[in-house]
């Protein structure tokens, strides 16, 4: 059965610290489909990123990089130099593949805190 | 307004009454979803469509009834509410690949009491 696993709920750090946000998967489908979330304290759902089971190259985007490893099944995120606008709670997630009308299944979030 | 629409964005109810929750988007998107977050569970998919007349269960579809008569609208009705359909429901759509992703209402909170 596929599931997303983010076995970090909560994290603190203070401003200017990089932190990684962990996430694994497990899916049966070898055409799937990787996700980021970001909630912030507002409430609206943000989408960050998204990655296809055939790409595993990195992706940096500012102070955000992306690391897919398909190995270990793990999908994890990077916050570089936080912020405290960074504060939010960030989901992974995992889109099914075509058959399955592409739903997404997501983890549990992990609520990041970043202090000045 | 372009993009997709939750209406209400609060809501107040007691048990037993029917809620229907709103959701409208302009992209023409053949993809609804409807989610529901709950703490410690992260999202959970109540119901999806995938075009107009065309919706299937998710993981959490009991207590929820939808309909897809126009494609850009994909009402969310609890036919009896109760205390643990008090969440925070979010609506969201996509085009008709996996790949772009799916974009997200704003949500809306219901309680019941």
């Known amino acids: 059965a596929q599931k997303v696993t983010q076995a970090q709920t909560e994290i603190s750090v203070v401003e200017k610290e990089d932190v990684t946000l962990d996430c694994v998967y497990e899916?049966?489908?070898?055409?799937?489909?990787l996700f980021w979330y970001k909630q912030p304290p507002s409430g609206e759902l943000v989408f960050l990123i998204r990655r296809n089971s055939f790409d595993e190259q990195n992706e940096i985007s500012g102070r955000y990089s992306w690391n897919f490893q398909k190995s270990t099944s793990s999908f994890n995120f990077t916050i570089t130099a936080s912020q405290v606008v960074d504060s939010a709670v960030y989901f992974c997630a995992l889109s099914e593949g075509y058959n399955q009308g592409g739903k997404l299944i997501f983890g549990q979030g992990t609520e990041l805190s970043v202090k000045p | 307004d372009a993009g997709i629409t939750q209406s209400p964005r609060y809501k107040i109810t007691e048990t037993g009454r029917q809620v229907t929750l709103m959701c409208h988007q302009t992209?023409?998107?053949?993809?609804m979803f409807w989610y529901r977050q709950d703490l410690g569970h992260g999202l959970r998919l109540i119901y999806y469509?995938?075009?107009?007349?065309?919706?299937d269960k998710g993981e959490v579809p009991d207590g929820y009834v939808v309909s897809r008569s126009k494609t850009e609208n994909f009402p969310l009705t609890l036919e009896s509410a109760t205390r643990s359909q008090t969440s925070v429901y979010f609506c969201?759509?996509?085009?008709?690949?996996?790949?772009?992703?799916?974009?997200f209402g704003p949500g809306t909170r219901l309680t019941v009491l």
């Open positions: 899916t049966r489908d070898t055409t799937y489909y």
């Open positions: 469509s995938a075009a107009a007349d065309i919706t």
């Open positions: 969201a759509s996509r085009s008709g690949t996996a790949m772009i992703g799916q974009f």
């Open positions: 992209w023409s998107h053949s993809y």
